[in-house]
């Protein structure tokens, strides 16, 4: 099993996340780092994380990022914001490669695109709960306001990314969230890997200075800046070229058809190598 | 253990959900069979089942109802629409005692109520696609549209029982579910233990014509018929008298503060003595 705490330069990567949120950052990921193999392992059997208590958390991601190891993983990035609130130290502790997860380079993203140091983050229940993010951004001297927003998952889940029911519910949400002390918040963080999906709608809805920084993409861009790895600029990044990749292999602890299917839609590229495995614990 | 087939008068009834839905079902046991013992087990570490495998469903399933004969139920109602429609045959030949589900109960109000013979049934993701209750309604010569509302469990969840976007997704629900062949249905069943804490809003959306079949409140009456318990008339049933009842101790495999927080709502009545266990498999 590897073990060296620095990865080459074109590691085969282990990205965990509990279901197929966590596309998202792959998808990130494989813009960023298309010579990379990946392994995606998604906890499907067990998901969602975001209603689960911090041990139990911790328990079924240690036993994924196990497996993703025994299947060569030499990098894990750990993409699901729950997980990373609740058990990144217990992930580290577990994991004999460099583990990299969601709230750190969202936090940075956010710092840095905040003139006003004040911050909304919206997120799960138990990402919000855990207060991860406001623990990370008062660390860089930057004000937060947590908002949970249970209903966007069901709601991309359901396919409603551009819907009118899905915009209402955003406007409740965000205008409860910027409001008060958020009243002056300039940035918008996107603290669940499902969120990507309505940026444009969320977009529209937050108002209109706010940056939103999307922690999928912060934290693609901080695993490539620790491989190394040049980024071509923006508007030449390669995008929607999966020959580019060199391999994308798929776990999940439910059935691998339902991945594949819902998988597709979160990556924007085929998923189809998709192993279905057992955890038995 | 016991494992008489014919249960006492007054039994330990184990009530058996993913989560704390079930509590709809427990509170219409309660209501209506005030004398006997209630040991309730949500899985909730686990929960939701509506997106998992029927194997995994099973498998989780068998080892919860396995948990409850352990502390002494002498009865068991799954009171999770999605294990009975998937695991039900599993769980009866694991069991040693009478095994109750909510579909058959459902599908037996729904008939009987049916003057068209023409119904609806709506419930989460996987309860509509394992088509449980439309094998159940076929076998009584019943035609059924079956249609997945997969936002009513969060929107309950999230507490707007009573809220305009729950309404706006109600009538997009339940416009699609009575067109074409199921416009003259003339019977709507709550296919899901959640969906009791929307039944005003419910009734108010769907055509007027329709009666409304509650799929917990059919298998509490079909619970008190199989223990010859006397119903006493609707208008002067116990209600609200949490002192009649001898015993409620509750199972939750996440935790426990949790289950008692968000269980109260569901039940209407205090949850208090709630018990953590961990199921290692």
């Known amino acids: 099993m590897p073990n060296s705490r620095r990865p080459p330069r074109s590691p085969k990567i282990g990205v965990f996340d509990s279901g ?6 792959l998808r990130a990921l494989v813009d960023r780092i298309p010579d990379a193999s ?23 991601a240690v ?14 990035v750990i993409a699901c914001n729950t997980a990373t609130a609740l058990a990144l130290d217990e992930i580290k502790a577990a994991a004999g490669v460099e583990v990299i997860g ?31 993010y406001r623990r990370a951004l008062e660390a860089r001297n930057v004000a937060v306001r947590e908002k949970a927003c249970p209903l966007f998952v069901p709601l991309v889940e359901e396919g409603w990314v551009e819907h009118p029911v899905t915009e209402q519910v955003a406007e409740i949400y965000l205008s409860e969230a910027f409001s008060d ?68 292999k798929f776990f999940a602890t439910d059935s ?15 998923v189809e190598d998709v192993v279905h495995v057992d955890l038995k614990e």
Do not use: W
């Open 20 to 25: 197929v949120g966590g596309l998202t950052v």
């Open 63 to 76: 036993g994924a990022v196990r497996y993703l190891q025994d299947q060569g993983a030499e990098l894990l």
């Open 38 to 60: 990946y392994l995606y392992f998604g906890d499907t059997a067990r998901l969602p994380y975001g209603s689960k208590s911090a041990a139990t958390v911790a328990h079924y």
């Open 181 to 248: 002390d958020a009243r002056d918040a300039d940035v918008l963080v996107l603290g669940c890997t499902h969120y990507p999906l309505i940026k444009p709608l969320l977009r529209r809805v937050a108002p209109e200075h706010v940056a939103i920084v999307d922690s999928a993409e912060s934290t693609a861009l901080d695993v490539a800046r620790q491989l190394h790895v040049e980024l071509p600029p923006s508007s030449t990044r390669t995008k929607n070229e999966p020959s580019a990749v060199r391999q994308l």
């Open 256 to 270: 691998a058809e339902k991945f594949r299917k819902m998988g597709t839609r979160f990556l924007g590229l085929p």
């Open 102 to 132: 969601v709230v750190e380079p969202g936090a940075d993203a956010a710092a840095a695109a905040s003139r006003k140091r004040n911050v909304v983050v919206i997120g799960t229940d138990a990402t919000i709960s855990s207060h991860a």
